[in-house]
T-cell receptor, first 115, second 109 residues
Framework: DAGITQSPRHKVTETGTPVTLRCHQT?????MYWYRQDPGHGLRLIHY???????DKGEVSDGYSVSRSKTEDFLLTLESATSSQTSVYFC??????????????FGEGSRLTVL | GQNIDQPTEMTATEGAIVQINCTYQ??????LFWYQQHAGEAPTFLSY????GLEEKGRFSSFLSRSKGYSYLLLKELQMKDSASYLC??????????FGKGTRLSVIA
């Protein structure tokens, strides 16, 4: 299994509070991603990174920011959490983006509840 | 943009064969992936197609027709443990994977 760990795995917070989710990999993969998964919507890309300090927005980036100061760590921050951000968040990594494979390996997910 | 469609739910009998379809519309195409996701777990990679045709891997096969924007995942000799969601995902060029909403498969005795 790919070495990806997410923390925290579960979090309950209140509306308006900041939240940071951490993704740590030991595979030295270049690309890292944050997806959220909600019933009826499937997996949707929030942000992704293609190198240290290089990030780009995904389909549902509003209300989220990311940072990648080291190859192995990718942080997702909700500056002021809202109930609509209650979701399961998955971090994923891949060696490549548009090459022959570039399959994603997923972390175990972080379940966030915003009250 | 990209649009990916797959059935929401399917039910099949243990030992049978089931086909899960996926249709997509993308600007550019650089591969189609299938993932399996058991309830409460992370998705795991099943198959990858970039050229037309059938890719077989044990009990699972995946087919692609680029001209029709169509793929299917074929599961043979169904087992109870195959009850899961199956996610179709498309890469439309040098961009991250875009996922369909997933098909929840229930295998019944």
């Amino acid at each position: 299994d790919a070495g990806i760990t997410q923390s925290p795995r579960h979090k309950v917070t209140e509306t308006g509070t900041p939240v940071t989710l951490r993704c740590h990999q030991t595979e030295n993969h270049r690309y890292m991603y944050w997806y959220r998964q909600d019933p009826g919507h499937g997996l949707r890309l929030i942000h992704y990174s293609y190198g240290v300090k290089d990030t780009d927005k995904g389909e549902v980036s509003d209300g989220y920011s990311v940072s990648r100061s080291k190859t192995e760590d990718f942080l997702l921050t909700l500056e002021s959490a809202t109930s609509s951000q209650t979701s399961v968040y998955f971090c994923a990594i891949s060696e490549s983006l548009g090459q022959a494979t570039g399959e994603l390996f997923f972390g175990e997910g972080s379940r966030l509840t915003v009250l | 943009g990209q649009n990916i469609d797959q059935p929401t739910e399917m039910t099949a009998t243990e030992g049978a064969i089931v086909q899960i379809n996926c249709t997509y519309q993308t600007s550019g195409f650089n591969g189609l992936f299938w993932y399996q996701q058991h309830a409460g777990e992370a998705p795991t990679f099943l198959s990858y197609n970039v050229l037309d045709g059938l890719e077989e891997k044990g009990r699972f096969s995946s087919f692609l027709s680029r001209s029709k924007g169509y793929s299917y995942l074929l599961l043979k000799e169904l087992q109870m443990k195959d009850s899961a969601s199956y996610l179709c995902a498309v890469r439309g060029g040098n961009t991250p994977l875009v996922f369909g909403k997933g098909t929840r498969l229930s295998v019944i005795a």
